[in-house]
């Protein structure tokens, strides 16, 4: 199976100077966040189908067998991210039909697949691989009859989607109609890209965003068949869709913004980036937040829930406290893959659901969603892509503006989301007036001035960051503390060294510390400390008490000249006043992002491609 997967498409025209199988590559390296375990690329030249796939990332794969001197007017591609079936040449992508003249890209799961495959293997067809791609090559073989022509190869398609179950982005390519690439979606996702000179068609929009920025967005359960100069789509029955009346979205990214910059990864570029990204999302017209306001201050209290999965959970978690505390309104969290057990049939027509997710594609969060919408629940969400099917899932959704975020580890896109609740709140807070007007200008006012905070203190702080990660790289285990709006702050620091240390890195309520986790505390134990100087700041400093007194090595993230808990820290890291400390995480977080790169840097692995994850989660 194929879960996460980077898919692409392109048919040409062949005006490019470049050959089909550099386009090829060149988008797959750009979607290899998705998934790197093998990779593949198939084309049509001289009425035969050419594969070339092997395990291994895609640079890896190309010294080996050189995707570049594959030839035609189209071609598709895949990176994997494997679950079942192990990462192989014979699982890797494209799949083909019995008599090679299909050949598929797929992301996604076919849950059927086990009756699909016996049903095709009784009537002779012969399967190569373990995945449940492979059915869809055959399953189309098995609905073309007589002549082949494009309508042909979209019914066979039409006949395929309907016996398959699961969700799945798939894109095609019939050995003879050398020109065309056929695609479907069914909630996985996939957009296409136009330009003068080609069609492109991937799972996101950083695939093609070098060669084009005019997008249009596919519906699940449409068949789009693309050449060069045209596409068409149909609906499952088959019928036209008129896209003239289809919007092309002029996506405002640049190809710069999907590149490193001169640094040496993107895990970097992109913590460096987080002024820019908080700055940007500031200026989302104030009209928008209020809209977005509006939905929580209409819904009845105790109805309103938060929802989220990974990085994108801890921000949700940190604004459920930035709403409590500004807006004194009451909001749920529910980790996204639980929502359906912890919440079951209590939500209404009254109810409303807050989604957030950078990519907006994320399948426990989308499932979440459904989940509530059944029960007649209204849905707004914060997401960073737009198009994404959270978005259009949603009654009204807020899109932060942090631009294509490339490294698996979210940084930046977790401060724009925590920037966005940050407004959100004082937004509600007018709407319900529990702040005065001009309290919620003076808070705009201290945001507005993180961006340049935060880039004051990476130039100033980054080496010092760099120098303390050094020290404590060779250990194994760390607590991370953290109470308030920063106990997610804690969560996510934690994560980060999870995510790309492989290090056992626990996150935890500092108040909690005493049940459990203190237990583990010997001599030299680091314990990471987020220690702000909000209403819990007594408590905390009785926290780092108890963990020194224990033999703990304590590193701590503190307000400057907090002279207390410097004086108890084996290390620190001061960060400026004047933050509302409600609003603390955006910043506080910068030094644990900072230090989980060094630390994985010091260890020797690549932060952009942490084994075993991928960015973009479309599997529940
Ligand atoms: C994956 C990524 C995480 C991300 C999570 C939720 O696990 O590796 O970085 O936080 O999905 O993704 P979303 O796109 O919904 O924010």
Same mark, same amino acid.
């Given at each position: ?6 898919? #692409? ?6 005006? *490019?100077? &470049? ?10 390296? @750009? ?116 002549? #082949? ?8 398609? *039409? ?27 069914? *909630? ?41 100069? @045209? ?14 009346? &289809? ?8 190809? !710069? ?5 001169? &640094? ?51 921000? $949700? ?9 500004? $807006? ?9 893959? !639980?929502? @359906?057990?912890? =919440? ?40 960073? #892509? ?5 978005? @259009?899932?949603?009654?009204?959704? =807020? ?8 490294? #698996? ?130 408590? =905390? ?72 994850? $991928? ?6």
């Amino acid at each position: 199976m194929n879960v996460m997967c980077g898919i #692409v498409g392109i048919a040409s025209n062949f005006m *490019e100077d &470049r050959s089909i199988g550099v386009l090829l590559k060149e988008a797959l390296l @750009r979607l290899e966040y998705r998934g790197y375990d093998s990779a593949g690329i198939a084309t049509i030249y001289n009425n035969k189908l050419y594969i070339k796939k092997d395990k291994g990332t895609i640079k890896e794969i190309h010294r080996k067998i050189n995707f570049d001197d594959l030839l035609g007017n189209c071609g598709i591609g895949h990176t994997r991210w494997a679950t079942h079936g192990s990462p192989n040449l014979i699982n890797a992508h494209p799949h083909c039909d019995c008599n090679d003249r299909i050949a598929v890209v797929h992301n996604g799961i076919i849950e059927n697949f086990y009756e699909l495959k016996n049903k095709l293997i009784s009537k002779g067809h012969v399967f190569k691989s373990e995945t449940d791609t492979e059915v869809i090559p055959h399953l189309i073989e098995s609905h073309l009859k007589g002549r #082949v022509r494009r309508s042909s190869v979209e019914e066979a398609i *039409e006949k395929t989607i309907r016996e398959l179950k699961g969700t799945y982005a798939i894109v095609v390519i019939y050995v003879g109609l050398p020109d065309t690439i056929f695609c479907v979606r069914n *909630e996985n996702p996939l957009v296409i890209g136009i330009n003068s000179n080609a069609i492109y068609c991937a799972s996101d929009i950083t695939a093609f965003l070098p060669m084009t920025n005019k997008v249009l967005m596919l519906n699940n359960n449409e068949i789009a068949t693309i050449t060069s100069n @045209r596409i068409e789509i149909n609906n499952t029955n088959l019928e036209e869709t008129d896209i003239n009346d &289809r919007k092309i979205v002029r996506i405002s990214w640049t190809p !710069e913004m999907a590149q490193k910059g001169g &640094r040496p990864h993107f895990m970097q570029k992109e913590i460096h980036e987080q002024p820019i990204a908080i700055s940007n999302t500031l200026k989302i017209d104030w009209n928008k937040i209020l809209k977005f306001g509006e939905y929580i201050h209409n819904t009845p209290p105790g109805n309103i829930y938060i929802t989220a999965a990974g990085t994108s959970y801890h921000a $949700a978690l940190a604004g459920k406290y930035m709403f409590t505390k500004i $807006a004194n309104t009451q909001i749920h969290p529910v980790i996204s893959s !639980e929502f @359906r057990e912890y =919440i079951g049939n209590t939500l209404n027509n009254d109810s409303l659901l807050i989604a957030i997710s950078q990519s907006g594609e994320t399948a426990d969060t989308i499932n979440a969603i459904d989940f509530a919408k059944q029960q007649g629940a209204k849905i707004i969400s914060i997401t960073n #892509v737009l198009g994404s099917n959270i978005t @259009r899932k949603s009654d009204y959704f =807020i899109y932060t503006q942090a631009g294509p975020e490339i490294g #698996v580890a979210a940084t930046k896109t977790f401060s724009v989301q925590l920037t966005s609740l940050a407004l959100c709140s004082l937004g509600l807070a007018e709407l319900n007036g529990s702040l005065l007007n001009n309290e919620i200008l003076e808070f705009k006012n201290r945001l507005n001035n993180i961006p340049m905070i935060i880039k004051n203190f990476i130039s100033s702080k980054e080496e010092k960051v760099r120098i303390i990660a050094n020290k404590y790289y060779q250990n194994k285990n760390f607590l991370f503390l953290g109470r308030g709006v920063n106990y997610p702050t804690a969560l996510e620091g934690a994560l980060k060294l999870k995510e790309i240390s492989y290090l056992h890195a626990e996150g935890y309520a500092a108040g909690e510390s005493k049940h459990g986790p203190i237990a583990m505390i010997e001599k030299d134990y680091p314990v990471i400390f987020v220690a702000a100087p909000d209403e819990t700041y007594d408590k =905390i400093l009785g926290n780092v008490m108890e963990m020194k007194a224990r033999g703990a090595k304590i590193f701590s993230i503190i307000q400057e000249n907090d002279q207390t808990i410097k004086t108890l820290s084996d290390d620190f890291i001061e960060i400026p006043r004047n933050i509302d400390l409600p609003f603390s995480p955006i910043v506080y977080i910068v030094p644990l992002q900072l230090f989980s790169y060094y630390v994985a840097i010091k260890c020797g692995y690549d932060p952009d491609k942490p084994r075993n994850l $991928a960015k973009s989660v479309t599997v529940p």
